[in-house]
């Protein structure tokens, strides 16, 4: 659309396009940065589709908009046997099972319940067959926060359960962080002129945004410059239910949404352009 020359025309300055790969496992966006992405950009803005939001619904934020993640995968390595002599096995299958509910009181029991952050145990694999006790357990899971100090508590409080559960159940057992991405912190100054300027433009309904603690590597794009990330309505309307997950198996949007974003960019850009008359 800004490609069209009638657009063109009344942009004074220099739009960027990132076409970028890899954001939900690698951090595409981090690697872009070290290879110098932003050293001529001002301000930056991004979208995401957000099917908590119908379609024609604009959600913005100043400050703190998504978590930040740390990835976690826990072995614990217990003793094989026979399903029915098991006294003489350390049973992976039990204990995988009391850790996963050993887990969950970290955030119940040792975080200010005021602060924002969840831990959630994604797998928990053990066993090959019904009358043999597991020899072995593999959790993994995930754990969002905001604030970096909650997330150097419950970090260390896993390693703390899983040193109780060694003497507990007289196996061994080792959990491995992976740092994901930082959290997505909008600029208020740009938050408040992109929600100005849709209004203005009318371009959907503008509203608050609630923060979410999904994760998301436009954060590293923020921390380098003032911009802000927005999220687009996409829920169907068309279906009994309209607001399917994100990450579930069957998910689908309202391809209208693309539309909406679409004329996001192109009044954000226009208005920017025209008020600051700058390379942007």
């Known amino acids: 659309i800004l490609s069209n020359e009638s657009h063109r025309q009344k942009l004074h300055g220099t739009v960027k ?5 890899a954001e939900e496992f ?3 966006a981090k690697l872009m940065i070290d290879e110098g992405v932003l050293d001529d950009v001002d301000e930056i803005y991004g979208i995401h589709l957000w099917n908590m939001l119908d379609v024609g619904v604009i959600g913005v934020k100043p400050g703190p ?21 098991p006294h003489q096995g350390k049973d992976a299958t039990v204990i995988g099972a009391f850790l996963v509910t050993a887990l969950q009181t970290i955030v119940s029991r040792n975080v200010d319940p005021m602060e924002n952050c969840v831990l959630t145990v994604g797998t928990l694999k053990t066993g090959h067959t019904g009358n043999v006790i597991a020899d072995e357990a593999r959790l993994s899971g995930t754990l969002r926060y905001q604030n970096q100090e909650v997330r150097d508590i419950i970090m260390n409080r896993i390693k703390t359960v899983l040193k109780g559960l060694q003497v507990m159940f007289e ?18 100054g740009a938050t408040d002129k992109v929600g100005k300027i849709l209004k203005e433009e009318n371009v959907g309904e503008v509203i608050m945004h609630r923060t979410a603690l999904t994760a ?15 999220f687009v309505g996409s829920s169907l309307t068309n279906v009994a239910e309209k607001m399917i997950p994100h990450h579930r198996s069957d998910f689908d949007f ?27």
């Open 65 to 85: 908009v998504m978590g930040g993640s740390v990835r976690f995968d826990i072995v614990v390595k217990g003793r094989g046997g026979h399903g029915a002599l």
């Open 216 to 230: 998301e590597d436009f954060s590293y794009y923020l921390e380098k410059r003032k911009g802000c990330f927005i």
């Open 26 to 28: 690698k951090g595409g």
């Open 171 to 188: 196996v061994e057992a080792e959990v491995d962080f992976g740092y994901g991405y930082p959290p997505t912190v909008n600029d208020g």
């Open 17 to 21: 396009f990132i076409f970028q790969p």
């Open 254 to 280: 309202d391809e209208e949404a693309l539309f909406v974003s679409a004329t996001c960019f192109l009044k954000i850009v226009g208005a920017l352009l025209a008020e600051k008359n700058c390379k942007l």
